[in-house]
């Protein structure tokens, strides 16, 4: 297992600069660069600027192609030439590609994430900042759903064609249909003070008196806060963990070794978490580190929106609106280096779950 775990992690630099480098190379041919946002609100066409952007194809290349002179970019006409070179020195731009993608990988390669270009802040130290917000979110969805999804998925299985099972299908299906979004507007409606009562708070993780409160208070504060957009989240979720557990149950069940069991005598308990339990949640436990990384850095941020919640989730969406590449690419190395962690860590429950899929044997 030890060698398989070497393998594995051997494979991540490597991964990670495969992701960074496609990234990197299709953003330079992507038109509508920060030089050219910037020259576009210099000239007071920030409003149209999406259209002359659109239009751009033999100007920048992804805010990285430099200038010569006026020509060069879509809203520089009437310009001073050495005042947009300014510009392009201060975004990088003023080096040859080559030479900021090799500064780049160096630079990663020591967790040196560089510094936005709109908030004058370490991109490592942004993505800490907005860690807390988007961890929160993302770890008490991903417990709820697993914690209420993997009970369900069972009883349903073993009361499989029932009206329970029937009752409940149509409930996870009906919360799978509504997206989570429509769940938090009504949520706010009903219990923040939109219509009905107000019961919760609508903005941020905790108060803004949240250092004064005793620590009992601070975790009740937090989880008050909490309440509403966990929930809109966790709705939602429900219907294919649900559906994937009671399906593995099923397909578990009626294999050879169960009615073995049953012919030995074991109760039907026995079976179910003795012999069942550990096959079937194999299936499960591969889903969790995407479920995981989506939660905390896609799923939510409609969510984080709505409840003015500043993760990293809104953090990644306003850095490709306004093409912050240090943030992009800084938000994207991240999320990869974190997801090809947790799917090592997957592998390593599936061994600790059944210690006879063995790793050492299979090619990675």
Do not use: C
């Amino acid at each position: 297992m030890l060698a398989y775990i070497v393998r594995r992690l051997a494979l991540i630099p490597l991964t990670l600069v495969g992701i960074i480098t496609l990234n990197f190379f299709i953003v330079q041919i992507a038109p509508g660069g920060p030089v050219e946002q910037m020259l576009a609100q210099i000239q007071g066409t920030a409003g149209d600027a999406t259209a002359r952007i659109s239009g751009n194809t033999g100007g920048e290349a992804g805010g990285g192609g430099g200038g010569d002179g006026n020509g060069a970019y879509q809203g520089a006409r009437g310009l001073d030439p050495a005042f947009i070179a300014e510009i392009e020195k201060q975004f990088g731009f003023d080096k040859p590609l080559h030479e900021r993608y090799i500064t780049m990988l160096v630079n990663y390669a020591t967790f040196d994430l560089g510094e936005s270009y709109y908030r004058s802040t370490g991109v490592l130290a942004l993505i800490w900042e907005k860690m807390p917000v988007s961890v929160s979110l993302g770890v008490w969805s991903t417990l709820i759903i697993y914690l209420v999804s993997i009970p369900l998925g069972i009883a349903k299985a073993v009361r499989d064609g029932s009206r329970f099972d029937i009752v409940t299908s149509w409930a996870v299906i009906i919360g799978y249909a509504v997206p989570g979004f429509l769940f938090a507007i009504l949520l706010i409606v009903l219990f923040a003070g939109g219509r009905y009562f107000d019961l919760f708070p609508l903005r941020g993780l905790v108060s803004d008196n949240w250092a004064d409160l005793s620590w009992p208070h601070r975790v009740l504060d937090y989880l008050w806060h909490l309440t509403l957009p966990v929930t809109a989240i966790v709705i939602g979720g429900f219907a294919s963990l649900t559906m994937l557990t009671k399906n593995a149950f099923l397909d578990e069940v009626n294999k050879q070794y169960v009615v073995t069991a049953r012919a030995k005598g074991l109760t039907e308990r026995a079976i179910l978490y003795g012999h069942v339990f550990r096959n079937a949640m194999l299936l499960v436990v591969a889903g969790f580190p995407a479920a995981l990384i989506g939660m905390l850095f896609t799923g939510s941020l409609l969510i984080e929106v709505i409840f003015s919640l500043d993760g990293l989730g809104l953090l990644g969406f306003e850095a490709v609106i306004n093409r912050d590449y240090p943030v992009m690419f800084g938000t994207l190395y991240v999320f990869t280096l974190l997801g090809l962690v947790l799917n090592l860590i997957s592998d390593l429950t599936y061994h600790v779950i059944d210690p006879r899929i063995d790793f050492e044997s299979r090619e990675v």
